[in-house]
């Protein structure tokens, strides 16, 4: 049976990526294809290239890949991608989707034209660069004649590219809705709003997959919140690992 994985968006939180991933890892669940949303695209891109889950996480949290994601500003006032693009190209040298070890499609969001669009071919970090471009927080990155932002702003679960290439899609959903904290600024009402909004594009693709893993204990996490990176991971992990996907994989082969 192939399995495609679809990774959403979702932060800080899409650490639990890799938790999820080293659970499956473990019950010798092969992925056979990936699609993937923001810092979902991200762990996507690092796995696909044939990095461990462990070794994805200490990348992500290393001072290098944090001093790249320090502020740096344009003149608009939004932050940079090049910073945080030159470190990843750092392990994927070779920059292209073609020799990925596991084929992957990211998604970014064409600011202009107001649509989703899919990248699974040609120059690899640029597009999932802009796949993690929060509007107001990243400056947008031009690719392709394209204007493109977060993926997620339109399709934070992208299920689309997959769903008919693979036997069982499997999703993995690191952005459960729920305030932890009443918002005291403007800002963290607007970003409530967002993720609100993001987090019901995602429900709207739910039942595209055939199981979807969402450990609800993260929406317990900031999502800007790399301190507790670790936690994030661990909740993943401990998650899936209670979920026995072997069985649940075998059931539904028998059902085919």
Partial sequence: MKVGLVLSGGGVRGIAHLGVL???QEQNVKISGISGCSAGSIVGAMFAAGYSPDHIFEIVVSSSTLRAMRPAWNGAGLLRMQRAENVYLKYIPHNSFERLKI???VNATDLYAGETVYFSSGELLKPTMASCSIPGLFEPIVFDGKTLVDGGVLNNMPVEPIEKQYDFILGSHCNPYGINQVP???ASVVQKALYLAINNN?????PKCNFVIEPPELKMFDPYDIRKAKNIFKVGYEYTKELNLTKILSLSTKSI
């Fill in 103 to 105: 084929p992957l499609t």
């Fill in 184 to 186: 005291k600024s403007m």
């Fill in 202 to 206: 995602s429900r709207n693709r739910f």
């Fill in 22 to 24: 080293k659970a499956l």
